[in-house]
């Protein structure tokens, strides 16, 4: 009976949470999409933490149902990911780095294209547990990525998500990310794709923990070459075993703090207000032309 009353209370805590299910359209192309089978709003007010490896308090999936992460991006390897999302109508979140978006703003605005959710990783991954890294240093890094992330998309802000490198979370930091309003995001299910080499491997371990958990947050690496190489047959095996894709969005945005926009600008080395991508800049011509 407990478990029976705990299980109708995880549905409809799931339910409060989301927003109103979008109906699948159709998927131009693939018939046997993944798609979205609902979209949730998340109030990120006073940081609340996502993913039970380290925050309890909120669990909003359903027996079945999946959100796919992305960690580290933007990277070169990222258009392989959105490729096998696109093929799929599916979407995801990523958790990007702010140093990485100033070196590749297109990829970055290719990840907005796609109507996927930017969260942030810090600007540099490094480690906010180590010890010497002091809370202004801290700061810096969670700030100065969010002011990274947004010169990089563009357009709009990053959403009110961020994820701590190692997904270690010190206390201090977490408090200073409720006073911003940002969502904490750890993990239901780590893929370990690092310490793989080839996309089968990694989509076997993914499998068979949620074989195991039945649903989950699922965490993956686009800077993995292998990774992002394998995701298409990941979708296609995530969908023949009959899982529930899961997009996140946040209720807000990140508004971004002007020091750390001043700081960030400066290393994106280029003239002031010059955000166009690279396509409409310059173009190839016929010959004679």
Request: include cysteine.
């Amino acid at each position: 009976m407990l478990m029976l009353a705990r299980s109708a209370v995880l549905a409809a805590l799931a339910v409060a949470c989301a927003s109103p299910v979008f109906a699948q359209a159709g998927c131009p192309g693939n018939p046997n999409a993944l798609g979205v089978t609902r979209t949730v709003e998340i109030d990120t007010t006073g940081g609340p933490g996502f993913g039970l490896e380290h925050y309890k308090a909120h669990d909003f999936l359903l027996p079945m149902e999946v959100v796919l992460t992305f960690d580290d991006g933007p990277w070169p390897t990222t258009p392989l990911v959105l490729s096998a999302l696109a093929a799929h109508c599916s979407k995801a979140t990523f958790f990007a780095i702010g140093k990485n978006a100033i070196a590749f703003p297109e990829i970055m605005r290719q990840v907005v294209a796609g109507g996927h959710t930017v969260g942030t990783h810090t600007w540099s991954h490094l480690m906010l547990s180590n010890k010497g890294v002091t809370p202004e240093k801290a700061k810096e890094e969670i700030e100065k990525g969010f002011s990274a992330v947004k010169i990089a998309m563009g357009t709009g802000s990053p959403s009110s998500f961020f994820r701590f490198p190692g997904l270690k979370g010190p206390d201090a930091q977490m408090t200073y990310l409720g006073t911003r309003n940002i969502a904490m995001f750890s993990t239901d299910i780590d893929s370990f794709d690092f310490k793989f080499r080839s996309g089968e491997q990694v989509t076997k371990s993914v499998l068979e923990k949620l074989e195991k958990k039945g649903k989950g947050i699922v965490l993956l690496h686009d800077f993995q070459k292998h990774t992002a190489s394998g995701t298409l047959d990941m979708l296609n095996q995530l969908k023949a075993k009959g899982y529930k894709i899961v997009h996140m969005r946040a209720k807000s945005n990140v508004t971004t703090l002007a020091e750390f926009d001043e700081k960030a600008r400066a290393e994106f080395k280029a003239p002031a207000g010059d955000t166009r991508p690279t396509s409409s800049v310059v173009k190839t011509v016929p010959p004679g032309n």
